[in-house]
């Protein structure tokens, strides 16, 4: 199905659900509803899967998700290892054990605060010393301090995950209509309308699940969501030998380092490019860049050795709290919200099963995250643009 558009307009039922964004919380959400025997249209401005969801580092960590979320990605974190089972297609799960170290006593104060109190809530990280940290990762600096261990982390493949989503939400009867901007809107009777450029479609219930866009989604039906925006640069080296074994940060959250079977290392942690989100426009900030590779090298010396062989940037959403956006959409039912949460990569898969249950009137296993904190008519509006 290279064009689903025109079939959409051809339809003359109304969709059960209509979901407004194809990354990892659109998709999920989705493909559970759809599984379930609803009738499912996904709306995505992109390729499916090609925007925040597609271009970040795809680490699978316990070490910087919020202590709140932690419950929610050891069960993600489950359905990331067993894909395959699930999701019905390969997303290229590599599982490993993860350190955040310390370079500075006060990363050392901070990653012994981070791993007491995550530990406390279920996570299996433990803190160690610099002798145990090199022998489990030997590649690892002589300046390092201190580090916390965790026992189960890992990465996916990003781009491989798109791909099987949008293979499963096919199989699954989702109608999928990519490279579709969304432009508004509308509660019409017992449902929703909503306009694009190719027509407009109806649905009992809506999902707005557009990351960054996610504050002018909720304006179009007079909800004010503050959403920040942050441009994420990742760097990957060329094909070189085993140089490291574990998903590795430091405390800070300015680095997150992982090496790939076939040997590239994917370098990130948050150095920030520029960009607007109004314009859908994100560049690479060139010193940025230069202290993130440096960074890395100090970390994992070897690295000195190789070179950087492409460099990308990227969108990544958060609440004011870093927790997700997910519930029901105040004052509207049957409209619902779910995205932007630090480190969502992780969590998503799980809190996107759990909107599909939301939205099926299920009992849920766990609680959502409602808006009703973050949204306030006192607070200034959120600014699209982020200094260069």
Same mark, same amino acid.
């Given at each position: 199905?290279?064009?689903?558009?025109?079939?959409?307009?051809?339809?003359?039922?109304?969709?059960?659900?209509?979901?407004?964004?194809?990354? #990892?919380?659109?998709?999920?959400?989705a493909?559970?509803?759809?599984?379930?025997g609803?009738?499912?249209?996904?709306?995505?401005?992109?390729? $499916?899967?090609?925007?925040?969801s597609? =271009?970040?580092?795809?680490?699978?960590?316990?070490?910087?998700?919020?202590?709140?979320?932690?419950?929610?990605?050891?069960?993600?974190?489950?359905?990331?290892?067993?894909?395959?089972?699930? $999701?019905?297609?390969?997303?290229?799960?590599?599982?490993?054990e993860? +350190?955040?170290v310390?370079?500075?006593?006060?990363?050392?104060?901070? #990653?012994?605060e981070?791993?007491?109190?995550?530990?406390?809530?279920?996570?299996?990280?433990?803190?160690?010393?610099?002798?145990?940290?090199?022998?489990?990762?030997?590649?690892?600096?002589?300046?390092? $301090?201190?580090?916390?261990?965790?026992?189960l982390?890992?990465?996916?493949d990003?781009?491989?995950?798109?791909?099987?989503?949008?293979?499963?939400?096919?199989?699954?009867?989702?109608?999928?209509?990519?490279n579709?901007?969304?432009?508004?809107?509308q509660?019409?009777?017992?449902?929703f309308?909503?306009?694009?450029?190719?027509?407009v479609?109806?649905?009992?219930?809506? +999902?707005?699940?557009?990351?960054?866009?996610?504050?002018?989604m909720?304006g179009?039906l007079?909800?004010?969501?503050?959403?920040?925006?942050?441009?994420?640069?990742?760097?990957v080296?060329?094909?070189?030998?085993?140089?490291?074994r574990?998903? #590795?940060?430091?405390?800070?959250?300015?680095?997150?380092?992982?090496?790939?079977?076939?040997?590239?290392?994917?370098?990130?942690?948050?150095?920030?490019?520029?960009?607007?989100?109004?314009?859908?426009?994100?560049?690479?900030?060139p010193?940025?860049?230069?202290g993130?590779?440096?960074?890395?090298?100090?970390?994992?010396?070897?690295?000195?050795?190789s070179?950087? =062989?492409?460099?990308?940037?990227?969108?990544?959403a958060?609440?004011?709290?870093? +927790?997700?956006a997910?519930?029901?959409?105040?004052?509207?039912?049957?409209?619902?919200?779910?995205?932007s949460?630090?480190?969502?990569?992780?969590?998503?898969?799980?809190?996107?099963?759990?909107m599909?249950?939301a939205?099926?009137?299920?009992? +849920?296993?766990?609680?959502?995250?409602p808006?009703?904190r973050?949204?306030?008519?006192?607070?200034?509006?959120?600014?699209?643009?982020?200094?260069?």
């Amino acid at each position: 199905m290279t064009s689903p558009s025109p079939n959409l307009r051809r339809s003359s039922q109304k969709a059960d659900l209509i979901v407004v964004g194809g990354g #990892l919380a659109g998709a999920t959400t989705a493909l559970f509803a759809a599984r379930a025997g609803m009738r499912v249209v996904l709306f995505e401005r992109e390729t $499916l899967g090609r925007g925040a969801s597609g =271009v970040n580092a795809g680490t699978l960590t316990l070490q910087m998700t919020r202590l709140a979320l932690i419950p929610y990605a050891l069960k993600a974190h489950d359905m990331w290892a067993n894909a395959r089972e699930w $999701l019905g297609h390969d997303v290229g799960v590599q599982l490993c054990e993860g +350190l955040s170290v310390a370079f500075t006593e006060a990363e050392e104060a901070l #990653l012994a605060e981070r791993a007491t109190k995550r530990a406390e809530a279920g996570a299996p990280i433990k803190l160690v010393t610099t002798a145990q940290a090199c022998a489990i990762e030997p590649g690892l600096s002589d300046h390092v $301090l201190s580090a916390s261990h965790a026992t189960l982390d890992g990465f996916a493949d990003a781009t491989l995950t798109g791909v099987a989503y949008r293979k499963a939400l096919l199989e699954a009867g989702v109608v999928l209509c990519e490279n579709t901007v969304v432009r508004s809107v509308q509660p019409v009777g017992s449902g929703f309308e909503v306009e694009t450029a190719a027509g407009v479609a109806a649905g009992r219930q809506l +999902l707005l699940a557009g990351g960054v866009w996610l504050e002018e989604m909720a304006g179009w039906l007079g909800v004010h969501l503050p959403i920040k925006t942050l441009v994420n640069q990742l760097a990957v080296t060329e094909r070189a030998p085993p140089v490291m074994r574990t998903v #590795l940060g430091i405390a800070s959250g300015l680095l997150s380092l992982k090496q790939y079977p076939h040997g590239t290392v994917v370098i990130g942690g948050g150095w920030q490019g520029s960009g607007d989100r109004a314009t859908n426009d994100h560049r690479i900030e060139p010193e940025s860049l230069i202290g993130n590779v440096r960074l890395a090298q100090h970390t994992i010396p070897a690295l000195r050795q190789s070179r950087i =062989v492409r460099a990308w940037s990227g969108f990544e959403a958060e609440t004011d709290d870093a +927790l997700p956006a997910a519930g029901p959409l105040p004052g509207h039912d049957g409209a619902w919200i779910l995205g932007s949460v630090h480190s969502g990569y992780t969590s998503l898969p799980y809190l996107g099963r759990l909107m599909a249950d939301a939205i099926l009137g299920r009992e +849920l296993a766990d609680p959502l995250f409602p808006i009703d904190r973050l949204i306030s008519p006192q607070r200034p509006h959120n600014a699209h643009s982020i200094p260069a």
